[in-house]
């Protein structure tokens, strides 16, 4: 018998982290506020997940400013979207063997 968890991505186990992707794979780029709001967390919260998911090489980083404030801004690499996309075929494959 085939495990049903094989092919699951252990980065995005994490609600946040699967947040971060599924935000990132549907827009060019985002900002930290906006990722914040959406996902409804705090600073500290949201930038360990940044930090993992760009440690894992599944997102890249662009720090700016807009006047004098900072924007930081967030984009899934091809990698990224590639692992992600992956983990969400495996995802689907389990929900169907358990039909």
């Known amino acids: 018998m085939r495990n049903p968890i094989n092919g699951l991505n252990k980065v995005f186990d994490n609600r946040i982290r699967l947040g971060v992707m599924s935000i990132l794979v549907v827009n060019e780029e985002?900002?930290?506020?906006?990722?914040?709001?959406?996902?409804?967390v705090t600073d500290g919260n949201l930038a360990t997940h940044l930090v993992n998911l760009e440690e894992n090489g599944y997102i890249r980083v662009h720090k700016g400013f807009i006047g004098k404030k900072t924007n930081t801004t967030y984009e899934v690499t091809k990698t990224g979207a590639r692992a992600f996309s992956d983990h969400i075929a495996a995802l689907e494959?389990?929900?169907k063997g358990i039909k």
């Open 93 to 95: 494959n389990m929900i």
């Open 30 to 40: 985002v900002n930290f506020n906006d990722l914040k709001q959406m996902l409804e």
